[in-house]
């Protein structure tokens, strides 16, 4: 079993930054990648950024340049650099941790950004 907590989120101005972190606790050494997803109201959920046990890692097109996932392996934690934000970014942050063929998924944390 993987458990995952999300923090780290809030209310910015656009152009500020933010970062979010997701600590991840239970059978750990099983990971294989992890992932933050985003899901604005009335939208789907989409993959933001993903980054593999080997450290590499993929980015949605929108968040090039702008956004930087990383990982802490001895404090078990994924985060989530979050600079130049948009109001187009506001939503819901979940982050996901891949292993064993099943994925396990945070509670979330809101994401403002104002004009």
């Known amino acids: 079993q993987v458990q995952l907590v999300e923090s780290g989120g809030g209310l910015v101005q656009a152009g500020g930054s933010l970062r979010l972190s997701c600590a991840a606790s239970g059978t750990i050494f099983s990971i294989n990648s992890l992932a933050w997803y985003r899901q604005a109201p009335g939208k789907q959920r989409e993959l933001v950024a993903r980054?593999?046990?080997?450290?590499?890692?993929k980015y949605a097109d929108s968040v090039k340049g702008r956004f930087t996932i990383s990982r802490d392996n001895a404090k078990n934690t994924l985060y989530l650099q979050m600079n130049s934000l948009k109001p187009e970014d506001t939503a819901v942050y979940s982050c996901?941790?891949?292993?064993?063929?099943?994925?396990?998924w945070g509670q979330g944390t809101q994401v403002s950004v104002s004009s």
């Open positions: 996901a941790a891949y292993h064993n063929g099943a994925a396990t």
């Open positions: 980054i593999t046990s080997a450290n590499s890692t």
